[in-house]
């Protein structure tokens, strides 16, 4: 080997469909430290979520963008030399490249850790183990291929361990985010309307900003309305109930999204986009469930859900919800959805209409399911009815199309029984 290293640059990489930047949360290989191919290397955060970077060289790191610092997709954020030469301490406030205005000052060399390639980490659990002076060498980790989650950080704080959520009810998520841009980085003025505290956005939050912005801004969207009698969807429930033992049955919410799936088969536009004046009809069917995160939105994708049954279609709403919750959730979990249900019926809301999620046709609304008198076989009795409102793009999907899914999907759930073949 020649005394010259040559190096290999290690770019932000695009980690999710749109992705334009990326915030470094933290280098899990320290300064100057030899690093192997598929080392995982650092923690980006995107506007979706944070996610694990692996070393795609091997050799000695030179770290060229602090922690806390962002870079555009395909900016040289390191380093790897092919000789293990002497490298150049990690990038200060003073040296690292500029941030944008609204990012958080460089860290100081003292906050690059120490390596921990031998440990697996979740975002949330490291913030968590440094906040609570948690020793992450101390703690045996109970997620996915052993990796250490924010429950575990808990446990060894003796701290109470937030039960996991119910799949009807996806609870706030701890995002992936540093503590300041978590937190709102704030500042505060007297004015008559008393003390002012300014919060600065989250990643995640500006990216839903942007594009419910650009939403509202760029589709003509229309609004379509059904009320759906779910008699028989629950007596289908409780069979399944019965026959599921220990495991949890499929929610009503998974019925729905099962529902909308085979719809969208018949009707392709609903499956599709408008994109720079041409339609984009896609092949295959992956339904987005919006689940409440921490001051934010997220919106996890079931792939291929005309192709699964309820079992399948509950277990993967159950593990994506959990995900969003832990912080665990990748952008590729984030990613290839052609439509979104979103659903606050949980929350006794009765009927809202959601903003359409770009460049998607359509987004349906889910509302509280509860009794209400319905004229019912020519007498009026009290029957379960739940509200489903269409926002749709008048630029792909026309009333009668939207009209005829939006049906499809109501006589879908009033006739449950062949959606569980």
Not at 102 to 109: E, K, M, V
Not at 292 to 309: E, F, G
Request: hydrophobic share 45%; net charge negative; charged share 25%.
């Amino acid at each position: 080997m020649s005394g010259t290293a040559v190096a290999a640059d290690v770019t932000m990489p695009e980690l999710s469909e749109g992705m334009e930047s990326g915030t470094i949360i933290a280098w899990l290989i320290e300064n100057g430290a030899l690093v192997n191919v598929g080392d995982e290397l650092l923690e980006v955060e995107t506007d979706k979520a944070a996610m694990t970077v692996e070393a795609e060289a091997a050799g000695t790191l030179q770290i060229v963008v602090a922690v806390n610092q962002s870079a555009a997709v395909g900016d040289v954020i390191a380093r790897i030399g092919e000789d293990p030469a002497p490298v150049p301490p990690p990038p200060t406030a003073s040296s690292a490249p500029p941030a944008a205005a609204d990012a958080p000052a460089a860290a100081p060399p003292s906050s690059f850790p120490e390596t921990v390639s031998a440990l697996r980490v979740s975002p949330v659990a490291r913030r968590a183990a440094t906040e609570h002076g948690v020793d992450l060498g101390s703690i045996s980790g109970t997620g996915p291929g052993g990796r250490i989650v924010r429950s575990d950080v808990e446990r060894a704080a003796g701290l109470p361990v937030t039960p996991a959520p119910a799949a009807s009810q996806p609870v706030p998520a701890q995002l992936a985010a540093p503590p300041a841009a978590r937190n709102g980085s704030a500042s505060r003025a007297r004015t008559v309307k008393g003390e002012v505290r300014v919060e600065e956005l989250t990643r995640v939050q500006t990216a839903v900003a942007r594009r419910m912005s650009e939403s509202k801004a760029t589709a003509p969207e229309f609004i379509l309305g059904v009320d759906v009698d779910m008699e028989e969807a629950i007596a289908l429930r409780t069979r399944l109930k019965a026959l599921a033992g220990e495991e949890k049955p499929p929610s009503y919410n998974d019925l729905v999204i099962k529902a909308s799936a085979l719809a969208l088969r018949e009707f392709p536009r609903a499956n599709g986009a408008y994109v720079d004046g041409r339609f984009e009809l896609y092949e295959n069917i992956n339904v987005g469930m919006a689940v409440a995160a921490n001051d934010a939105l997220i919106v996890p994708t079931i792939l291929d859900a005309d192709k699964k049954s309820l079992g399948e279609i509950g277990r993967e709403s159950r593990r994506l919800a959990g995900r969003v919750r832990n912080g665990e959730v990748t952008p590729p979990e984030l990613s290839g959805g052609t439509f979104t249900v979103s659903n606050l019926g949980m929350f006794g809301i009765s009927e809202f209409i959601s903003i359409l999620n770009p460049p998607q046709a359509a987004i349906l609304s889910v509302g509280e399911m509860k009794r209400k008198p319905v004229e019912w076989e020519d007498e009026v009795t009290l029957r379960h009815v739940m509200k489903l409102r269409l926002s749709c793009d008048h630029r792909i999907l026309y009333g009668a199309d939207a009209a005829g899914f939006l049906r499809r999907i109501k006589d879908l759930l009033q006739n449950p029984l062949g959606m569980a073949l």
